[in-house]
């Protein structure tokens, strides 16, 4: 089973960006879509994105759309997710997970089912 650590997390002001980056151990990584969740204080989680095994395929939050963008390196066992133009409400902490799924079922199946999640990264953003 893989295993994930999110990094990159900071307090960054409204307007401003961020990558967050997740590594993944274990041989089989490439096999996994990826994908990122967040959770603000008192709110559920929610999926802000995620991308197939091979990078082909991406799916977004409308939140989040043209805003954010994931990205996977399989040669380093990472995925990405690059915030843009971020918002207060953007303000959660952040976690990476794995899944034998789509991108696009990541997205719309609650709870979803995957295989391993990260411990997170907290993003702040200022107003």
């Known amino acids: 089973q893989v295993q994930l650590v999110e990094s990159g997390g900071g307090l960054v002001q409204a307007g401003g960006s961020l990558r967050l980056s997740c590594a993944a151990s274990g041989r089989t990584f490439s096999s996994y879509a990826m994908g990122w969740f967040r959770q603000a204080p008192g709110k559920e989680r929610e999926f802000v994105a995620a991308i197939s095994w091979s990078g082909g395929s991406t799916y977004y939050a409308d939140s989040v759309k043209g805003r954010f963008t994931i990205s996977r390196d399989n040669t380093k066992n990472t995925v990405y997710l690059q915030m843009n133009s971020l918002k207060p409400e953007d303000t959660a902490v952040y976690y990476c997970?794995?899944?034998?799924?789509?991108?696009?079922?990541?997205?719309?199946?609650?709870?979803?089912?995957?295989?391993?999640w990260g411990q997170g990264t907290l993003v702040t953003v200022s107003s």
């Open positions: 997970a794995a899944g034998h799924t789509t991108a696009q079922a990541m997205g719309v199946i609650s709870p979803p089912a995957l295989d391993a």
